[in-house]
Nanobody, 122 residues
Framework: QVQLVESGGGLVQAGGSLKLSCAASGNIFSIYSLAWFRQAPGKEREFVALTAWSGDDTYYAESVRGRFTASADNVKNTGYLQMNSLAPDDTAVYYC???????????????WGQGTQVTVSS
């Protein structure tokens, strides 16, 4: 089992930045990848970004590529999502998840954070 606690969400102005954190505990050795998803009201949960837990491999959705950066700190057992140049369309609940594959699909991620609200004002 892996437990994930998210933090860092909040209200930010358009063009601003925000950094989300995802603290992991439990069976850390089972974590291969950390992914981020988001869900806006009335919409499907969509993939945002992923990173290898102990490597440099990353993958991003086209909508956030060049603006968001996913990373993992193995010393702190924490993953991060740095979000820059935020726009109102980025407003959503953001979820982190850990899995055993480096793939942008919900089916490969077994453990999820509680979600954190990100609201971008204009």
């Amino acid at each position: 089992q892996v437990q994930l606690v998210e933090s860092g969400g909040g209200l930010v102005q358009a063009g601003g930045s925000l950094k989300l954190s995802c603290a992991a505990s439990g069976n850390i050795f089972s974590i291969y990848s950390l992914a981020w998803f988001r869900q806006a009201p009335g919409k499907e949960r969509e993939f945002v970004a992923l990173t290898a837990w102990s490597g440099d491999d990353t993958y991003y959705a086209e909508s956030v590529r060049g603006r968001f950066t996913a990373s993992a700190d193995n010393v702190k057992n924490t993953g991060y999502l740095q979000m820059n140049s935020l726009a109102p369309d980025d407003t959503a609940v953001y979820y982190c998840a850990t899995g055993r594959a480096l793939l942008p699909s919900r089916d490969y991620y077994d453990y999820w954070g509680q979600g954190t609200q990100v609201t971008v004002s204009s």
